[in-house]
């Protein structure tokens, strides 16, 4: 007879001394693991609640003298911002300590844009008493004591008219301006190097493109999006929409699309080799979008609005992912992503600069591999388990203002009962004779050459 | 069923398959494992014309392919340990090997696991094993109850409870067990100590316990079906099976059914969500008086009082096989490899592949050497089958029984103190809701696809309901409830009464009307009827005015 029965030796399965590593075992037979589903939709549904829990985004409000009209990014530095006010003050703030390192004086009206050379080390400012003025900025991080001082312009250009937005390219030494035109400035030159005009409509907004080094886009007030080209004498083409456009940032890694915030509350995507349509239309703030700005990954944008409120899209999600509100912000007119994609700042009218998280549960500072883990196992069970109504209902769940809930609902009813009564104007009329434009064309009136 | 033996040993019974295919040995086993590990078919992508969705599901679909094949090779190659064997030579069988001989055979510590205790006094044992294989609960008759590290033959705890004891069986772990006395079903600590009296429970003949969902299920004189939630202490449900009294129970461990088998012959299967049986079959003439559910939710084997022992597809509810024996079955178990254990009077055979295909002789057989048979269980992840009968309680070693490589995550017959305490919390945390137990687990997290004429029914009645309710309402809202004033209610009704119309009540100018009709009738009919002048008076009286 040949026997053979299990028998296990402790040592195999135990381990020694403490300071040796205790052993696993794993066996991925499915009749081991029975209810694999089951569990995996409970822990799904723990993790969503979860993720609510801990959904504490808000980190720090800092605080000027008057409301604040716009935000700039340091490329060089991950911990700081540069913001202005209405009162011509800028702050470039510690992000960490929450503090100012430097009070930029100067500017006697309000500054409306700031923008980093790509050194890090200098930046620009245009303000609506037609003047830009270039500071240098101190890149050795403060420690010690009270270091809150003012500091004096290297150099100021003096414009004709008022500015209304500056961009700062990523490599030379040249910045442009929105005003009553384009204006393209170099460092060393005290009036303007190129000029661009298209109609005599103020230019409200401008931005470089960050791959093609003389490609940029601007808004203005006549409800158009403009193309330029730095190379030619006149403007490339422009796209004119039914509302204008206050804000405009290019997607960081897909170089050749953009994004506008338009005064009709929503965003829309464009590709720039094609304006005939927008590649996406992105909806859900009730009142005027001011700004909105790209994370570094591109994979998402964060928007700031009229209706005192910032959201964070996916950049190709019609609707918001997450949305930021306090009882102490007030309309909101200038909005930022961190250089490390972690953090969201707002700029608002109520003073303040506010500091936020961009994934509202994620814990910050250094994480175990552990649980670095569990987070990332959690993510992936929400992303597998979210259509299922009650884990969709849980992830979905915001608390909103009244004012926001209730406008929202009403545009909801607004746009449901318009689109009832096309639907039924389609069924009782002769087939084609009306032609329903779809929601990306919707918007533009005319593109332009 | 975990049959992936590298090659079929011969001499275990004339229904073993020949191999057709001429591939190498280990491909073919490699493939079989990597078939076995498949968790379902792969997504079709062709029929998928939403290009984002489509290569997001290719990703997913990549890296799930990935994982099974990797989780396949750790399978095939990285096991530990090897399943238990049993091999007869020559013309031996192995049905003719007696225990002293297969425990004289193997190694020391394998035979220190085959033992009888001797307890001739406490009545007939019943006998239970902890999940992870490495406590007995047994609980005797006349209230000998005792909880021991059987395989290191230490004793944890013991009690006596001067009362009659039915069944034993553990909760989510060792460290809490509940036994079916006479009245009532008592939970205990692992010192002994008694923790809860669940007097809702009254009369059990057969405890049971749901691991996933920590739920204790009990049956017994009054036929009705409890289950109670050990870990909030609330009653889930309480079903009135209306079958009369009930002694055999076990679950379903694929989808947490609880199967029990009845008097008159019937096998019904329940979920704490429906007031009647999810299955009731018609199994054996006369009483069940044993069953047993093969781990993968696959088998179901019935014993009745007929003496018959039926195989039946659980997944079809299809009868597979029959088998007779000599007696009517007490007992039956089925391993988590496959082995199916049957046992009556003071015998205990053992049939390996008898659930697949209908086999002609039992694997082993085993003699009581004291006392009648009164239940069994093979013990997870060993090689031992435990035997509670009238004299105590014995060990058998049956070779190739156990799953020799556990999974440390589901089961750690080694487990610390602090691996334990943190499994429990795990445990806790991934609890299954009672009302997710369906018969198929497998449409759990599964979007059901229904034609859109359905759908589109389905929608026009809700609209039609929500008019007719929307109607409703509007039609209460119109009635305005006055207590008093102008438009009270009974002026209301008044006025509503005064304006109806009746065919007896003429108006007034109607009726004027008609006595005017009726007067010039009778003035005419009168002046038909007068007198002739020239009528003698005496002949007046005759004419009728």
């Known amino acids: 007879m040949k026997v053979k029965v299990i028998s296990r030796s402790e040592e195999d399965y135990t381990r020694e001394r403490s300071s040796d590593l205790r052993k696993v075992q794993r066996n991925y037979d499915p009749q081991l693991h029975q209810f694999e589903k089951a569990h995996e939709y409970t822990r799904a549904l723990n993790a969503a609640k979860l993720d609510r829990i801990f959904a504490k985004p808000f980190l720090a409000a800092l605080p000027h003298d008057d409301g604040v009209t716009c935000l700039a990014r340091n490329p060089k530095l991950v911990n700081s911002i540069v913001s202005g006010s209405a009162d011509g003050d800028i702050r470039i703030w510690d992000v960490p300590q929450q503090r100012t390192l430097r009070r930029l004086v100067g500017h006697t009206a309000a500054v409306k844009g700031i923008s980093f050379a790509p050194d890090g080390e200098t930046c620009v400012s245009a303000s609506t008493d037609a003047t830009v003025k270039l500071w240098k900025v101190p890149y050795a991080p403060f420690e010690a004591g009270e270091v809150q001082e003012d500091a004096e312009p290297v150099f100021e250009f003096q414009g004709k008219n008022a500015f209304r937005g500056i961009d700062h390219h990523w490599d030379r030494t040249i910045f442009a301006t929105a005003g009553a035109a384009v204006d393209i400035w170099d460092h060393t030159r005290s009036e303007p190097v190129q000029s661009f005009t298209w109609g005599s409509d103020t230019i409200t907004s401008i931005r470089f493109n960050p791959a093609e080094p003389d490609v940029f886009a601007s808004t203005a007030v006549d409800r158009s999006i403009a193309l330029y080209d730095m190379r030619r004498s006149t403007p490339l083409r422009k796209v004119v929409m039914q509302t204008r456009c206050n804000a405009l940032a290019w997607n960081p890694m897909e170089p050749f699309n953009f994004t506008a915030a338009n005064e009709d509350c929503c965003l829309y995507t464009y590709d720039m080799r094609k304006l005939t349509s927008a590649l996406c239309v992105h909806k859900d703030f009730v009142s005027a979008v001011m700004d909105v700005d790209y994370s570094p990954t591109g994979r998402e944008f964060v928007a700031g609005s009229y209706d005192r409120s910032i959201r964070i899209f996916a950049a190709s999600g019609g609707h918001s992912r997450e949305v930021y509100t306090t009882k102490r912000m007030q309309r909101v007119f200038a909005v930022r992503f961190s250089g490390d994609a972690s953090y969201v700042f707002s700029g608002s009218d109520d003073m303040n600069v506010r500091c936020w998280k961009a994934k509202a549960s994620e814990q910050l500072g250094v994480r175990l591999p552990r649980e670095k883990h569990k987070q990332a196992y959690n993510d992936a069970l929400l992303e597998r388990y979210k259509h299922m109504p009650e884990v969709k209902r849980i992830v979905r769940h915001r608390h909103l203002p009244a004012a926001i809930f209730k406008a929202a609902r009403t545009r909801r009813t607004v746009t449901e009962s318009d689109k009832r009564k096309l639907q039924r104007r389609i069924e009782h009329s002769a087939p084609g004779s009306i032609v329903v434009k779809p929601e990306r064309k919707k918007k533009i009136i005319a593109q332009v050459e | ?545």
């Open chain 2, 1 to 545: 069923m975990a049959e992936d033996e590298p090659a079929r040993l011969g001499g275990e019974g004339k229904a073993s398959r020949k191999r057709k295919k001429k591939r190498a040995p280990e491909a073919d086993d490699a493939a079989e494992t990597a078939k076995r590990l498949k968790r379902g078919p792969a997504v079709d992508l062709k029929s998928i014309t939403d290009k984002k969705l489509k290569g997001k599901l290719r990703r997913v679909e990549g890296v799930i392919q990935a994982s099974q094949k990797k989780a396949a090779k750790i399978n095939e190659w990285l096991l530990p340990a090897s399943a238990g064997t049993l091999e007869a030579e020559g013309v031996e069988r192995t049905w003719n090997f007696k225990q002293e001989s297969v425990v004289a055979a193997v190694d020391s510590t394998a035979a220190a696991k085959a033992f009888d205790l001797s307890l001739p006094e406490l009545g007939p044992y019943s006998l239970t094993f902890s999940r992870n294989g490495r406590f007995m609960l047994m609980g005797g008759g006349k209230g000998h109850l005792a909880l021991m590290d059987w395989q290191r033959s230490h004793l944890v705890c013991e009690v006596q409870v001067r009362e009659t004891v039915r069944d034993v069986t553990f909760l989510h772990n060792e460290t809490f067990w509940a036994a079916a006395q006479r009245k009532y079903v008592y939970i205990y600590d692992k010192r002994g100590l008694e923790v809860h009296c669940l007097r809702d429970h009254t009369d059990v003949h057969a405890l049971d316990f749901l691991p996933h969902h920590f739920l204790l299920t009990s049956i017994g004189e009054h036929g009705v079906l409890r289950y109670q939630d050990t870990s909030t202490g609330h009653i889930i449900a309480q079903h009135k099976t209306r079958l009369g009294s009930c002694g055999v129970m076990r679950h379903n461990p694929h989808n947490a059914a609880v199967v029990l088998g009845h008097a008159l012959g019937c096998v019904t299967m329940w979920t704490p969500n429906l007031t009647t049986p999810a299955v009731k079959m018609l199994c054996h003439k006369g009483p069940v008086t044993a069953l047993a559910v093969d781990p993968g939710g696959n088998y179901l084997a019935t014993a009745g009082a007929d003496s018959h022992i039926k195989v039946w597809d659980l997944r079809k509810l299809q009868p597979l096989h029959s088998y007779f024996s000599y007696a009517p079955v007490t007992r039956m178990d089925i391993s988590q490899r496959g082995l199916l254990a049957v046992g009556y009077g003071r015998k205990v055979q053992v049939w390996q592949d008898a659930l697949r295909t209908k086999v002609q002789s039992p694997y082993m057989t085993h003699q009581l050497p004291a006392g009648v048979l009164h239940s069994f269980q093979f013990c997870p992840y060993e090689d031992v089958l435990g035997i509670g009968h009238s004299a105590g309680v014995s060990t058998m070693l049956v070779p190739g029984a156990g799953e020799p490589n556990f999974d440390s995550f589901v089961a750690n017959p080694f487990q610390t103190v602090r691996q334990r305490q943190q499994q429990e919390v795990v445990a806790l945390l991934d609890k299954l809701q009672p009302d997710t137990i369906v018969l198929d687990p497998d449409s759990v997290g599964r979007v059901r696809k229904e034609p859109a004429a359905v759908v589109q029914q389905r929608r026009a009645e809700e609209q039609a309901a929500n008019a007719a309710r929307l109607a409703a309402s509007r039609r209460k809202a119109e009635d305005k409830e006055k207590m008093k004033g102008k438009n009270r209610p009974s002026r209301r009704h008044r006025k509503k009464q005064s304006n109806i119309i009746e065919d007896r009540k003429p108006t007034i100018k109607e009726k004027q009307k008609e006595e005017a009709a009726r007067r010039k009738e009778a003035a005419e009919k009168k002046a038909e009827n007068a007198i002739p002048e020239d009528a003698p008076r005496a002949v007046r009286r005759f004419y009728k005015q």
